[in-house]
């Protein structure tokens, strides 16, 4: 018996009972859609962060200082007093072949006031070149330059954020005097807007000025403590050398002993790039979980309802067996027909999965990204079901005796 | 030369609660080329029993089946379906025909299952068939869309598809009018003087009248042989 008329018998079979076969179909539709959907909106997740990490800057490794520790306390990250600005220049003084810039950061926490406004925020003392590392670009005036770095000038660049809580609409800041804390300084630039993280800092709310300044005039510090330092590398092949020769001289710098650990700790945008990977698959593992159960369950409905067709079928196998079907036959025309259901109800199920997915990103705008793979190894894997969950059915089918086949009533 | 059917000793048994019942009790028979015999009895003699043995559809429990010079009572599923489908064609009381599908596509049904011709070469036997049987208008018409003498013209249609040797009936007109039913029976006359043998059970007289050789059965055995 031919291909493709087991296959226009199995379609009459299924065509016979309309509204049957589509109920049938639904569990592996609705399990099939839920997993593209959940897929697309997982993905455009994660090529977003993965976009807004690499807004970061390229090329980019980032050290802390070690943790401070009170006995067994740990405090936050950048808290550890051990790294200072001089380790930063002396990064760039002697690896100068590796690093292109480095940018020592030192936080504070400060009261912005403008007449009668104020606004609390972050004030990030950064070096002259920080914009470049970080991608980060002026919109409006100018980023402070090397001689006032130098000189610890009071001069600063705000962020979008600060701008709208301390300043009327289309007032233009650069030259105007702000008071950070108890000093005033000069606004000479506003930097472009970088909007929330991927997890929910609003970057924007920053005021920069140089490290030297604010180290020495807003903490009034007499040591040269940073909490951060950003490193830009030549080339980020040789990523694993640098961060091996940083980590050897900032060792050497703090006179650490071999059996010492690091006081300070380097992280890449690879690192958490990798980090994004490792969620991912995790979550990839949790759909694939959900998918094989909801699969499980449209394919129990499947082998049910065959079951249903056999016996309903019962007359029709008989003559079939008493004009020559084979048992091979019998057992074919059923799988197939199970194969089709399901193969049907997975591509319904993958254009289902397609829609939902754009309609939750058009709702709650989120970026969707459909791969080509898993519509097809959902559509492959929703036929494998059909074969499995049908083969019993076909199979007792195809055990049945012609005699009593025709006998039956 | 050899007979086309050649039983001997069958016994067919059925365990049925303490008392096995003995639908055949020894039945021996042959059956030559182009012999168009009935087998009659009352219900309960073991005549479909027999029927259904000759037919490939039952398997005896024991005694020894020669069709067409092989032997076929201890062949697996595969293989009876393999001898019903190329050497013999079924006609039912029932009919059995599918529902839906159309008269030619109930006559093309068994080379499907053969595979001997060419989609083109299939529809035309088919459709050769129907007309050699009567219905050549009425190739495109469902089983819902004919009388019971129709469909019964179909089914012979298609029983001889694949060119079979012998033809088994069981009660063919027991579904029938009269004068459906001797409309069938008239078609068999003329294809048994065409050559193709046919093997009928019916419990009718007049119907059996029709073929040239009646066996009679009782309770299992073979108790009259008679030829015309």
């Known amino acids: ?409 | 030369m050899s007979s086309l059917i050649e039983i001997k000793d069958m016994y067919k048994v059925y365990a049925q609660g303490d008392e096995p019942v003995h639908a055949l009790d020894g039945v021996s028979v042959s059956i030559d080329y182009g012999e168009f015999v009935a087998i009659m009895g009352p219900s309960g003699s073991g005549k479909s029993t027999l029927l259904n043995i000759l037919g490939c559809l039952d398997t005896p429990t024991s005694g020894s089946y020669l069709l067409d010079g092989i032997e076929v009572a201890r062949r697996n599923r595969k293989e009876l379906a393999d001898i019903r489908n190329q050497k013999l064609g079924f006609v039912f009381q029932n009919f059995n025909l599918l529902p839906r599908i159309s008269a030619v596509e109930q006559v093309e049904l068994p080379d499907l299952y053969l595979g001997r011709l060419s989609r083109a070469k299939r529809r035309r036997r088919a459709v050769e068939l129907l007309r050699r049987v009567g219905l050549g208008a009425r190739g495109k018409h469902t089983p819902a869309e004919l009388s019971g003498g129709q469909q019964q013209r179909v089914a012979i249609a298609r029983a001889l598809m694949n060119e079979p040797p012998v033809l088994f009936a069981d009660e063919p007109t027991g579904n029938l009018d009269t004068k459906s039913s001797i409309e069938i029976m008239n078609l068999f006359t003329e294809l048994s003087n065409e050559g193709i043998t046919i093997v009928m059970v019916t419990h009718e007289d007049d119907i059996a009248a029709f073929a040239k050789r009646q066996l009679v059965m009782k309770d299992g055995k073979l108790i009259k042989d008679c030829r015309k």
């Open chain 1, 1 to 409: 018996m031919n291909f493709a008329m087991i296959l226009k018998v199995a379609l009459f079979a299924i065509l016979r009972n309309k509204m049957r076969s589509f109920l049938t179909c639904i569990g592996i539709i609705v399990g099939i859609a839920a997993v593209i959907a959940v897929l697309a909106i997982g993905k455009g997740a994660s090529v977003m962060m993965v976009k807004e990490i690499s807004s970061m800057g390229d090329n980019l490794v980032m050290i802390w200082p070690e943790r401070h520790r009170r006995g067994e306390v740990r405090t936050g990250m950048g808290s550890g007093q051990t790294m200072t600005a001089d380790d930063a220049k002396a990064i760039k003084r002697e690896l100068s072949h590796l690093v292109s810039s480095v940018s020592p950061t030192v936080n504070v926490s400060c009261q912005f006031i403008r007449n009668n406004r104020n606004w609390n925020g972050r004030v990030s003392g950064v070096s002259f070149d920080y914009p470049e590392i970080r991608n980060w670009e002026v919109s409006n005036g100018r980023f402070f330059e090397e001689h006032e770095e130098r000189a610890c000038s009071r001069v600063c660049v705000i962020g979008t954020t600060v701008l709208a809580n301390l300043y009327e609409d289309g007032e233009n800041p650069v030259g105007t005097i702000l008071r950070i804390g108890s000093m005033p300084f000069r606004v000479i630039g506003v930097l472009s807007s970088k909007g929330a993280t991927g997890w929910g800092q609003d970057q924007d709310d920053i005021v920069m000025a140089p490290y030297t300044t604010t180290s020495r005039i807003l903490q009034r510090s007499k040591f040269k403590a940073i909490n951060m330092m950003n490193v830009s590398l030549v080339s980020m092949d040789d990523l694993e050398e640098s961060k091996r020769e940083i980590t050897a001289l900032l060792r050497q710098r703090h006179q650490l002993a071999d059996y010492q650990d690091n006081d300070f700790e380097t992280r890449d945008t690879t690192e958490i790039m990798n980090t994004i990977g490792s969620v991912s698959g995790l979550m990839t593992v949790l759909l694939t979980a959900v998918a094989a159960i909801s699969l499980l369950v449209g394919g129990i409905g499947i082998m049910n309802i065959m079951l249903v067709s056999v016996t309903e079928r019962i007359k029709e196998i008989g003559l079939r067996m008493a004009i020559g079907a084979t048992p091979a036959a019998i057992l074919w025309q059923f799988i197939l027909e199970a194969v089709m259901l399901s193969t049907v109800g997975g591509a319904v199920g993958v254009a289902v999965g397609i829609g939902t997915a754009h309609a939750i990103g058009e709702i709650q705008h989120w970026p969707i990204v459909i791969e080509a793979s898993s519509a097809i190894w959902s559509f492959v894997f929703s036929s494998f079901v059909g074969m499995f969950f049908g083969f019993y059915p076909a199979y007792r089918a195809s055990k049945l005796n012609p005699i009593d086949c025709l006998r039956y009533e």
